[in-house]
């Protein structure tokens, strides 16, 4: 058991550009969901895949964002035309019953 | 709605117990969890406790939770300067395909 893998763990970017961040769930994990946290806030829930099906967006996930889990096994985030309200902590999460392990996070900065 | 609230900030002393609450709003929660947030990093599942459970013992950590007031709290016993991060009250309503935080609670254990 490797843990929740994510990269990149920092990621720095111009206002406009598109970033694609990539999370590993631990191996046997089919749940796997994207959660945003912002300073001084608790994570808010993005999306949730089971296998490769996204079952649940939040409203948060705007037309800028899409992920994926083409093989059920990894994911990928990407944000479309960066603003700088989309700097924040980026967490990936697995889980193959009701616990739920989270990666560290990438910290996205837009300039 | 779903909504859960922390207090920010508690401070102790190194060997006492911290009580860290957290109460929460919706009475179909499944489960509650305690997650641990360093600085920079990811969150670690510290614990959690199905809904028709009163309370929860594991090591140094202890849980319980009121149903009736929609009430839970996390005790850690002889708490070490290695204990101090933010902790994360979290509950899951549709089974545990997502969680709803807090903002956390701040520990701060000074020697």
């Known amino acids: 058991d490797t843990g929740v893998s994510q990269n990149p763990r920092h990621k720095i970017t111009k206002r406009g550009q598109n970033v694609t961040f990539r999370c590993d769930p631990i191996s046997e994990h089919n749940r796997l969901y994207w959660y945003r946290q912002t300073l001084g806030q608790g994570p808010e829930f993005l999306t949730y895949?089971?296998?490769?099906?996204?079952?649940?967006k939040s409203r948060l996930l705007s037309d800028r964002f899409s992920a994926e889990r083409p093989k059920g096994s990894f994911s990928t985030l990407e944000i479309q035309r960066t603003e700088q309200g989309d700097s924040a902590m980026y967490l990936c999460?697995?889980?193959?019953?009701?616990?739920?392990?989270f990666g560290s996070g990438t910290q996205l900065s837009v300039l | 709605g779903e909504d859960v609230e922390q207090s920010l900030f508690l401070s102790v002393r190194e060997g006492d117990s911290s009580v860290i609450n957290c109460t929460y709003t919706d009475s179909s929660s499944t489960y509650l969890y305690w997650y641990k947030q360093e600085p920079g990093a990811g969150l670690q599942l510290l614990t959690y406790i199905f809904s028709n459970m009163d309370m929860k013992q594991d090591q140094r950590l202890t849980v319980l939770l009121n149903k009736k007031d929609k009430h839970l709290s996390l005790r850690i016993a002889d708490t070490q300067t290695g204990d101090s991060a933010i902790y994360f009250c979290a509950e899951s309503i549709r089974g545990y395909s997502t969680l709803t935080f807090g903002k956390g609670t701040m520990l701060l254990v000074s020697p």
């Open positions: 999460a697995s889980s193959g019953t009701e616990k739920l392990f």
């Open positions: 895949f089971q296998n490769e099906a996204q079952l649940e």
